[in-house]
């Protein structure tokens, strides 16, 4: 399936529609990786559920057109919503994608049917400081010398060759987020071709300040729709920092797939599929 590209709030976004019934937007990570979430999309009955997948701005098939800030994306989210012509949907994210979610329902709370939140982070950043010592306790031997001695000479390099530096990096950094690494040819592309540092460098900047703004956190909990957050039991990002943000959220479940990293579907693709459909079947399905 090709998909297509359409103009959205002043950018062209690729997106592909499948199924039909209740619509579920697929958010992916990055920031600025690409669509890799057709295996999430498989899991879904596509009887029941219209799945929308989408590439945000800057991001292989979409535009490279910027700003590239939080706000602008949350709002390229709600106008595509409103180009589909739909009026609620159910909002699932995957890694930073998970952050996305969480930021567009907080904004557009109106909008969300319900909340999927897959191997995020949470909103405080000490995880950070545990992810980096999971991450390299995840490493083989010779992974975890190449890593420190790239991130060691990484700001002496510049042009094409920071750039394959980073793109290294990335790869040997995704590496550690599986928990059975023959999975490793199954992972989303990690050569560069698809990933925009600049989408993700500028993203990130500003991530720890506008996930800790006490307008949001107090946000957050008040609303009322139901959420669904899942985290592999592997993941180098600690699943504490995601409990703690599930627990200040009124209608919320949280859940553990043991012996899975942060790509679930790959280790354990059918528990996820429980998960998130038992968690639809009670929450949404059962409200038409």
Known sequence: MQGEISQVNGVLLWHLGQGQGIPIVLIHGGPGAYDYLAPVADLLDKSRFQVIRYEQRGSWRSEKKGPYD??????????????????????????????????????????????????????????????????????SPADREEYIHLRSILETLEGAEGEHTKDRLRELSIRADLFNQENFDKLPRTDGQFVNNKVNQEIGSECTEYFLNEEFLKAISTHSFPSLFVHGGTDPRPYQYVYELASNMKNSEFVVIPNAGHYPWLDHPVALGEQINEFLAKKVLSER
Request: aromatic share 14%; with cysteine.
């Open 70 to 139: 939080i706000a602008t994306f949350i709002e390229d989210l709600e106008q595509l919503r409103i180009y589909l012509g739909l009026k609620k949907w159910i909002v699932c994210g995957h890694s930073w994608g998970a952050s996305l979610a969480l930021a567009y329902s907080t904004k557009y709370y109106t909008s969300v049917k319900a909340l999927i939140y897959i191997s995020g982070t949470g909103v405080n950043p000490a995880w950070h400081a545990d992810y980096r010592v999971n991450r390299l306790n995840r490493m």
